[in-house]
Nanobody
Framework: QVQLVESGGGLVQPGGSLGLSCAASGSIFSINAMGWYRQAPGKQRELVATITSGGSTNYADSVKGRFTISRDNAKKMVYLQMNSLKPEDTAVYYC????????????????WGQGTQVTVSS
C-alpha cells in the first residue's frame, strides 16, 4: 500500500502565495512521475503540474509562470509553490505519484492523495 499525504492548503487572498507538500510512504521501491492535479466544484479534475524522477517538469498553461513544482527524491516528497494566486485557482489539490512497489515488480501503480483545499478569496 502507498499513502500520499498532502499539506499546506488554506485560504489566501488574490495575489498571494501558498505552498503545498506531499509525502509518499508505504511500499515504495521507486517513484517515477509525481504531480499535482486539482478539481474545482462542478468541474473535472485537471492537471496542474508534473515532474519526473529526473526533474523534467510540465505545467498547465493556466499556471505557467506562477506555479513551481519540485521534488525531493530522497524524502519521497513533491512540492507545489503557488504565487500570484487567482480566485480561479480555488480547488481541491491532489497529489499523484506513479510508484513501483518492490524491486521484483516491473510495473508502476498510480496513487492519489486525499486532497487539500485551496481557496483564493478576498
Amino acid at each position: 500500500q502507498v499513502q500520499l499525504v498532502e499539506s499546506g492548503g488554506g485560504l489566501v487572498q488574490p495575489g498571494g502565495s501558498l505552498g503545498l507538500s506531499c509525502a509518499a510512504s508505504g511500499s515504495i521501491f521507486s517513484i517515477n512521475a509525481m504531480g499535482w492535479y486539482r478539481q474545482a466544484p462542478g468541474k473535472q479534475r485537471e492537471l496542474v503540474a508534473t515532474i519526473t524522477s529526473g526533474g523534467s517538469t510540465n505545467y498547465a498553461d493556466s499556471v505557467k509562470g506562477r506555479f513551481t513544482i519540485s521534488r525531493d527524491n530522497a524524502k519521497k516528497m513533491v512540492y507545489l509553490q503557488m504565487n500570484s494566486l487567482k480566485p480561479e485557482d480555488t480547488a481541491v489539490y491532489y497529489c499523484n505519484a506513479d510508484v513501483r512497489p518492490y524491486s521484483f515488480t516491473h510495473y508502476y501503480t498510480e496513487n492519489w492523495g486525499q486532497g487539500t483545499q485551496v481557496t483564493v478569496s478576498s
